[in-house]
């Protein structure tokens, strides 16, 4: 399921800083509950690249909560938690 729909199903928007060693700018994730949140943040911390990180020895989601303002992301951080966001809730579609 893609954001626009997930926007259009009323999730909620919720912000985090991803901390692997240093900490990314705020991502967004659109959620239908709080524990969705963590789920897909702790898939994408999996995936970010060692080019955008120095250590990938600490990855930790730092959960914020609902977002109700525009963000100033990492655009490459930001794209892999929204393909996560959306492959998370892929299974919704059918």
Known sequence: MTIEEMKAKGFKR????????I???E?????KKKNDVFDILL???K???NMEFENLRSTEAVY???CEKEIESIAEAQSTVT???EDFY?????
Do not use: F
């Open 90 to 94: 892929k299974s919704e579609e059918e």
């Open 14 to 21: 919720y912000s985090a800083y991803i901390q692997k060693t």
């Open 47 to 49: 995936d970010l690249s």
């Open 27 to 31: 991502v967004e994730v659109w959620a």
């Open 43 to 45: 898939e994408a911390t």
């Open 83 to 85: 393909r996560h966001n």
């Open 64 to 66: 914020l909560g609902l």
């Open 23 to 25: 900490t990314t700018k």
